[in-house]
């Protein structure tokens, strides 16, 4: 692990993004801004797993700090090519930065959304996590 001891706490704010294509087949059951399954709703189930998962980051990532997160939100919006958005946002106030926690919650919630609706279709794509903004710390960062 890094040593951080030196380093002074800062507020540290990161976003990350997944992106699922589910296709027709699956977004014909989006009503009301969710999809219902047999295991039940399948943004709110995710919002769920994201933040569990950012929470476990350090039990997944090796040398990854176990960090006490003071917040982790979630945004899921399906956007104008039908893909579902997932946003999520950690911080902290501490001496490292969250982005590693953000980026777990995401990929946590996008992998929870897969396997909600694969009995619907295995034509399912996540396409694509990124970090989309880092603020506190050394360098603060923001995808254009």
Known sequence: MVDV??????????????????????????????????KGPVFQTAI?????????????????HPLGL?????????????????????SITGKTGVEMEALTGATVAALTIYDMCKAFSHDIVIKE???????GGKNDFERK
């Open 5 to 38: 001891s030196a380093k002074a706490e800062t507020k540290r704010i990161a976003q990350a993004r997944s992106i699922v294509v589910l296709g027709e087949e699956i977004m014909q059951h989006l009503t009301n801004g969710d999809i219902q399954t047999k």
């Open 129 to 135: 996590t990124k970090l989309m903004t880092k603020t």
């Open 70 to 90: 003071e917040s982790c939100k979630f945004n899921i919006q399906v956007n104008e090519a039908n893909e579902v958005v997932i946003d999520c946002t950690a």
């Open 48 to 64: 769920i797993a994201g933040t569990m998962g950012a929470k476990k980051t350090s039990d997944l990532i090796p040398l990854c």
